[in-house]
């Protein structure tokens, strides 16, 4: 996955560590190397997306991918894509939300925010490992801004 010629990195919020290693390893299975960041705390993923000062200032020359799980242990990841999308240096790059909340008011309130794409995360091991395959399949053939 590349965005004008340059490699995207992936961010991974995801405090889950099982879930974390089965989003990699069927990401990876899609054919999708790009490098994987991953963070369990929202806090320092935002310092590493936004910069420390969060500003966003100097970072937009970096092409970034974030999935983002909702229940995280330090902060929401509703308030991530919040920050994210309202930062006029980092508000272009993407964001996959990748959560086991399926309720339509927190759906529609991530799209509202500027989520690029919703994914419910499926309890069942298999129907996860397919549905994030899916979606490495997804990142294979898609163009980041």
């Known amino acids: 996955?590349?965005?004008?010629?340059?490699?995207?990195?992936?961010?991974?919020?995801?405090?889950?560590?099982?879930?974390?290693?089965?989003?990699?390893?069927?990401?990876?299975?899609?054919?999708?190397?790009?490098?994987?960041?991953?963070?369990?705390?929202?806090?320092?993923?935002?310092?590493?997306?936004?910069?420390?000062?969060?500003?966003?200032?100097?970072?937009?020359?970096?092409?970034?991918?974030?999935?983002?799980?909702?229940?995280?242990?330090?902060?929401?990841?509703?308030?991530?894509?919040?920050?994210?999308?309202t930062n006029p240096n980092v508000k272009h790059l993407p964001v996959v939300i990748l959560t086991t909340t399926d309720d339509e008011r927190e759906i529609k309130r991530c799209y509202d925010l500027g989520a690029n794409v919703y994914i419910t995360k499926p309890v069942e091991y298999e129907s996860f490992a397919n549905a994030i395959r899916q979606l490495g399949l997804f990142f294979s053939v898609i163009q980041v801004p």
């Open 1 to 85: 996955m590349k965005a004008l010629g340059r490699e995207v990195t992936i961010v991974m919020v995801e405090d889950d560590e099982g879930h974390a290693r089965l989003i990699e390893k069927n990401i990876r299975r899609a054919g999708v190397h790009n490098e994987i960041v991953p963070f369990v705390y929202g806090g320092a993923a935002l310092d590493y997306i936004l910069g420390p000062d969060h500003t966003g200032e100097g970072m937009s020359d970096r092409y970034l991918l974030v999935l983002l799980d909702l229940n995280l242990p330090d902060m929401t990841g509703i308030d991530i894509l919040e920050k994210i999308k």
